[in-house]
């Protein structure tokens, strides 16, 4: 009960901040006209200080009345970062889609994709949802996938990236999430008698998820589907792919 008060506590501290956040960005003023320099100066402030909103409504500025500057892709980089510490996802991914598609040779395409890969993976994130304890694993996973080939490609074309580290050590993150979806959608097909569906699920997780934490749970349904199919020599060779990774799983001995 005490966990709970807390946790309620919480999200109406998060409420308040939201309303708090929204009543600040109503007073920001009207960008004045200043020389493309002078508000990239003002922009760069403003990020600097957390003022993420104020920075928008700069670059934003900037972009619209100087749209073919000498700093035009400079301010486009720093509006994608300001869209995603904002948290402003539709915003983001718009304009990291037209600057790949505009600047496909850009010197910083890299860092587009691997910001447009982090604008995904927090639209996955659900403060509310984490704060009450809420699983869903089975919530639809398209960000995340999206999230993953964004970091994937930044790894294998631009492997020596300064992203390319963090970019890869995202992707594991990933990867679990992925098969979490992937073992819920198994869970429900096995829940409803559909075997061959959820043991090609598990299957699917064992191929592209290795290794993960789902795989072992992964090969505890093709087993059981395996067994309910009459399908003898796929369960006993996933049985033995049990034994070899998971030696105490409990099914290893039966």
Not at 133 to 160: C, H, M, Q
Not at 216 to 227: G, S, T
Not at 231 to 239: A, I, Q, T, V
Request: charged share 25%; net charge negative.
């Amino acid at each position: 009960m005490e966990k709970l008060t807390i946790k309620m506590m919480l999200l109406a501290l998060a409420l308040g901040l939201g309303g708090c956040s929204s009543s600040d960005n109503n007073d920001i003023d009207k960008v004045p006209d200043k020389s493309a320099q002078a508000l990239s100066a003002d922009a760069r402030e403003a990020l600097d200080n957390g003022l993420y909103q104020k920075a928008i409504q700069i670059l934003s500025a900037i972009d619209s009345r100087f749209p073919f500057g000498p700093i035009s892709h400079q301010v486009q980089l720093d509006l994608l970062y300001a869209y995603y510490k904002s948290g402003d996802a539709a915003q983001g991914v718009a304009l990291a889609d037209r600057f790949l598609r505009l600047n496909p040779t850009h010197s910083n395409i890299d860092y587009v994709y691997y910001m447009r890969a982090l604008i995904n993976q927090a639209t996955e994130a659900n403060l509310f949802q984490d704060l009450a304890g809420i699983d869903r694993s089975d919530r639809d996973p398209t960000a995340s996938r999206d999230a993953f080939n964004d970091l994937k490609k930044v790894v294998n074309e631009y492997p020596e990236s300064k992203y390319a580290a963090d970019a890869r050590k995202r992707m594991i993150g990933i990867k679990s999430r992925l098969a979490k979806y992937e073992l819920a959608v198994a869970r429900f097909y096995l829940k409803r008698e559909a075997y061959a569906s959820a043991a090609n699920r598990g299957r699917y997780i064992v191929e592209y998820f290795s290794p993960s934490d789902e795989v072992e749970q992964a090969l505890e349904i093709m087993i059981e589907c395996y067994d309910k199919l009459n399908l003898e020599d796929l369960k006993r060779n996933s049985k033995q792919v049990l034994a070899v990774n998971y030696p105490d799983n409990p099914l290893v001995a039966n």
